[in-house]
């Protein structure tokens, strides 16, 4: 497999149950692409992101994220996985218990780093998703638009590879979904972080190339 | 309030268990200088036509650990008054030899029935006595009071970790979004589990200081105080340092154990 390619399904087939969800796809994504998924509601979009960090396990066919089999990974190799992963999730999944400056530095947390590095990465993440006020604030205290800010911030903390976002703009404000789409663009064009995002909108402008796969009747098809 | 009832619902039911576990060690202890009493107590009146030593002894039976003869002079002496000595001599050694035997462990009835039967068929030995009755009815007061003091704790425990594991449980509901997120970002078990490790850890030693600290009062101040003789003579037995060991250590070791329990049934599958 060549190198640069991080994610690569053939015949991949996802299910809860008996129920077949995604059925037989074929798709490959490379370093450094900035990939739009959209769908139907129901059509598996959230789904095929769960298999991409092992949430699920493919039921049949073959799915190699970070040359990974997904449908083999033990649970020691599928947690330094996520380790180098940044997901976002629809409902931002913080943790409302702890600071906003802390659930930013959640991946570094987990990779032990000092608390130093936590504060100044903290510091800088923030000013970048444009909450350098909020730093001692609770999740609970902040708007929709603000708290999914921090979860993409909390996503890119520790420079994934990857990073899935699933409707990270779902129902947000216009301003939060600029700052948002701009941090990505910048991910991806500046960084080379290869970028999934499940969205039911692509937004109108967009300033690096990128892909357009739709699910659709159980399959994955890209739009040229 | 609720963070109060909250931890109190687990240092309740570990202390429960711990005290069981002390009254347990504190029983066995205290039964044991009892059963040690009962023992000594204990012997069989040996008429023999030869003398015997305690070897001999020990080969019919193996359980016997002393025999001591009763001296036949005090007898003589006390015959021989008024009597010619010629006479008392031959009294003398007409009579048979007398033995009192202990044992070695405390024994069940039937078995020193056997005993005494296998005694018996020796045809050195012309008579066993025995004092069965109340001998016996201690004994099963005593297996009784011990079995029914076993089951009891073991019981107690049962239902007690039962609770423990079930206040774990709400802890790990409150936690679950954290240790879910934490799991999808990666994070090892001890990290994620780290919180309820704690909480229940200190839980644990505050238990196993209340248990200690109950103890130490019977033992220092209660049986002091009182005015029954056999607590006093048991207040040693009471409560030993090294018990504060055996009761962290099970703490602990019940922590561990839930903490386990809970983290692995509510792994990704709620997901
Ligand atoms: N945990 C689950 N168990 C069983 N079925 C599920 C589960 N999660 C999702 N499904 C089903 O799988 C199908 C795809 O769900 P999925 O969440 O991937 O859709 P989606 O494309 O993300 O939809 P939306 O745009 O509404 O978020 C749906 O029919 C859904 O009912
Ligand atoms: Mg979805």
Redesign the interface.
Known sequence: MANNIVINASHLTLSYGDTEIIKDAAFSVKQGEFVFITGPSGSGKSTLLKSLYGQIKPTAGKLVVGGLDMRTINSNKLQELRTHLGIVFQDYKLINEWTVAKNVVLPLIIAGYSMDVQETQAKRLLKHVKLSDKYGAYPLELSGGEQQRVGVARAMSKNPFLMLADEPTGNLDEYSSNVIWDLMENACGQLKTTVLVVTHRIPSVFSIPYRHFIIENKGVYEVH | MKFIKDHLTFIFPMMAILLGIEFFLVFDRTTSSYEEGLREGYSMFIVADKELNLAEFQKLNPHISKSTPVTKDELAQEISQGISKSSSEKILQALPYFYNIKFDTYLHTSVLDSIKTSLETDERIKKVETFGNSYSASYTLFSFIKFALKAFVIFMSLVSLFLVVKQMEVWNYAHR??M???E?????LM?RSGVLFKVATIDAVISTILTTTIFVMLKHKWAEESHLEILKQMQDLLFRPFDFFILLMTSLMIVIVSVYIVVFSTR?SS?
């Open positions: 979004e954290r879910q997120v934490m999808i970002f990666g994070a090892p990290l990704e997901q």
